[in-house]
């Protein structure tokens, strides 16, 4: 009697697609032909889940993940993030879906689906004799005929700044499938601005790294908006500092607003009152000459990744000087380039060469 195999690709009464694993079967190791068969097959598996979100028509999965929370989506590397894949095949083609997500952010699920039917059409080949790496060798060439034929058809779209409407038609185009469907002309706008914003045309290349996607509880999706700028979810330093500032002249800071301090381990002790006052005394004169240097160089505004204590925040209350503290290094290099400015080591490199300027 033949073996049975342990593993059996099948699909229930809807099209959906599982595989009946033999728990008890005797296990052995696979190879040659196969093995390969078994990795086509987990590929495959992969393929179909994704293959009915895939195009226009495409239906959204509801995705749980183990704390309960769900996820209702038809993205390709959205729904192959969240599971949980075991197999090293699999895991491969989770892989492809993340890497085309990152290196052209859409496309995901047709990727994947492709990937699954040249898979299922190189089996037949196998069954026919043909080394795997023939058949490797028969799809790059085949890649590079699709290419030439696709240069050769295809149509140069012409944009600019002043001319977006294809950029629009071709972002609508993207979204409407997506969950913001309902309002893609709106999306489709902010998009098309927000690369605009940041792409270098004559080079043909835009660097993504200073687009920010910053979300908020409440509202309604037609309440997202553009901000050309770099918005960070902080208040200044003091209740009592104006909220909002124009012509800012920014300080941006990485050194902390506190007295010096020695580099090794070190212990004070004081054992009067004149001792504590001349320490309050040194470090208020250290703080009042850190403002100085900072109202010296023009700045109405600092910009600190380090907090500071509240003598310093008072200090800088009655010299006028709102500041906001606690701003993360990724932010703070956002900052300095969306304002001209340089990022300050030490109070004593501050120069108003240096400043960033907004508003």
């Not at 183990?66 to 209702?72: A, K, L, S, Y």
């Not at 149509?155 to 969950?179: C, P, W, Y």
């Not at 469907?181 to 914003?197: E, G, M, P, R, W």
Request: charged letters at 25%; one cysteine or more; glycine letters at 8%.
């Amino acid at each position: 009697m033949a073996d049975q195999p342990q593993a059996v690709y099948a699909t229930d009464e809807y099209g959906r697609p599982f595989i009946i694993v033999r728990e008890q079967a005797r296990k052995k190791r696979s190879h040659g032909i196969e093995a390969i068969k078994s990795h086509i097959l987990a590929a495959r598996t992969v393929a179909n889940i994704l293959r009915t979100s895939l195009g226009p028509r495409g239906l959204d999965k509801i995705l749980i993940s183990p704390d309960g929370d769900i996820t209702v989506t038809n993205d390709g590397a959205t729904i192959l993030s969240q599971m949980e894949v075991e197999h090293q095949i699999a895991k491969l083609m989770v892989q492809l879906s993340k890497s085309q997500d990152d290196e052209i952010g859409d496309g995901t699920t047709g990727v994947v689906v492709l990937a699954g039917a040249l898979l299922e059409q190189s089996e037949a080949l196998l069954d026919r004799g043909i080394h795997p790496i023939r058949i490797a060798d028969g799809f790059e060439r085949a890649c590079g005929v699709a290419v030439d034929h696709l240069d050769g058809i295809s149509d140069q779209v012409e944009f600019s700044q002043e001319n977006q409407s294809n950029l629009l038609r071709i972002a609508m185009t993207s979204l409407g499938s997506k969950i913001v469907s309902k309002a893609h002309s709106q999306f489709a706008q902010i998009a098309v601005d927000a690369v605009l914003s940041v792409a270098d045309l004559e080079r043909k290349d835009v660097d993504f790294e200073l687009i920010k996607v910053d979300g908020k509880v409440g509202g309604s999706l037609e309440d997202t908006s553009l901000v050309k700028g770099v918005v960070i979810d902080k208040d200044m330093s003091h209740p009592g500092m104006p909220r909002t500032i124009k012509d800012a002249k920014l300080a941006i800071l990485t050194c902390p607003f506190e007295p010096p301090r020695p580099k090794t381990k070190h212990k004070l002790d004081i054992s009067s009152v004149d001792e504590y006052k001349k320490l309050q005394a040194y470090e208020k004169s250290k703080f009042d000459d850190m403002i100085k240097r900072v109202k010296d160089t023009g700045a109405n505004l600092v910009i600190c990744q380090w907090g500071f204590d509240d003598e310093a925040n008072h200090l800088l209350m009655q010299n006028d000087l709102p500041a906001v503290r606690w701003v993360g290094g990724p932010e703070i290099e956002l900052i300095a380039i969306a304002t001209n400015g340089r990022i300050v080591p030490r109070f004593e490199d501050l120069t108003a060469e240096k400043l960033g300027r907004a508003g």
